[in-house]
């Protein structure tokens, strides 16, 4: 094998190691004095500039009591380095977070929690990753403001036919009558 080609897999190999350990680092698990925060793989939404924004789903375990789910979303700033294609986590904060029957609150201390603790995690995430991440969840966006209303059905007991009529309508008759019966 020639030195240029060991070299090139030699680098696919290395970066296919890298982002499974990447893979591999959620979900992350904060411990507090009175509880237990579980934050899972984010799902990325948009990168803007230096703006990564998306969501995450977290649990919250008090001492004692059972887990409780919720989700924030999230703005991150962001250092982009294009040359080695990594991207580095520099600030986090919380826009909105929902938990199950909780007051405000609660809801900013996991806020809170969260913005004071994720920089410190070293997240360096490909920017490959992050692009395809966010090509999914733009994906996904679009599929979700298709409309999947049902048709409107027509019943009847006795024999029909169902007549579709081309052309303009004036006043209830058509001026250039197709009939079509299908």
């Known amino acids: ?3 240029a080609a060991a070299t090139i ?12 350990e990447n893979a591999a ?5 904060l411990e507090l004095e009175n509880a237990t925060v579980v934050v899972y793989q984010p799902q990325l939404e948009k990168l803007s500039g230096v703006t990564l924004s998306g969501r995450a789903a977290f649990s919250w375990e008090a001492k004692g009591a059972a887990p409780v789910f919720g989700v924030f979303w999230f703005d991150a700033r962001v ?3 294009k ?18 029957n909780a007051e ?5 201390a996991v806020a809170s929690v969260v913005e004071k603790e994720v920089p410190r995690w070293d997240l360096r995430p490909s920017l490959d990753d992050i692009q395809a991440a966010v090509a999914v969840s733009e994906r996904q966006e679009k599929t979700d403001r298709l409309a999947a209303n049902p048709p409107k059905f027509i019943f009847s007991r006795e024999p029909a036919v169902l007549l579709f009529f081309d052309g303009h309508r004036s006043s209830g008759r058509s001026r250039t009558p197709s009939l079509s019966a299908r």
């Open 104 to 108: 405000p609150a609660q809801e900013q």
């Open 25 to 29: 680092k959620w979900p992350r698990t």
């Open 83 to 100: 040359d080695s294609r990594q991207v580095q986590v520099q600030e986090v904060t919380v826009r909105k977070v929902r938990l199950p």
């Open 79 to 81: 250092l982009v380095d």
């Open 1 to 3: 094998m020639k030195p």
């Open 9 to 20: 897999a030699f680098l696919a190999v290395a970066s296919a190691a890298l982002a499974q």
